[in-house]
Nanobody, 115 residues
């Protein structure tokens, strides 16, 4: 079992920045891809960014050039730096980790971009 705990969400003005962090605990050995997903009310959960243990990254087109995902394998943490945030519906950001074919999710952290 892997437990994921996110932190860093909140309210930010358009154009501002937020940094989300996620720490994995429990059976941390063998964690492969980690990433961030988000879900707005009434919408499906969507990929924001992922990163492998080797550092290869994938970003949603909507966040390319504005968001940066990074990872500390020794600490089993993953961070999402979000810059130039755009006004949009509030969304819950979820941390995700894959371990031996099993997907684990955090409880989510709310991000609201509004003036």
């Amino acid at each position: 079992q892997v437990q994921l705990v996110e932190s860093g969400g909140g309210l930010v003005q358009p154009g501002g920045s937020l940094r989300l962090s996620c720490a994995a605990s429990g059976s941390r050995f063998g964690i492969g891809v980690m990433g961030w997903y988000r879900q707005a009310p009434g919408k499906q959960r969507e990929l924001v960014a992922t990163i492998t243990s080797g550092g290869a990254t994938v970003y949603a087109d909507s966040v390319k050039g504005r968001f940066t995902i990074s990872r500390d394998n020794a600490k089993n943490t993953v961070t999402l730096q979000m810059n130039s945030l755009e006004p949009e519906a509030p969304a819950v950001y979820y941390c995700n980790a894959l371990r031996h074919g099993v997907a684990y999710w955090g409880q989510g952290t709310q991000v609201t971009v509004s003036s």
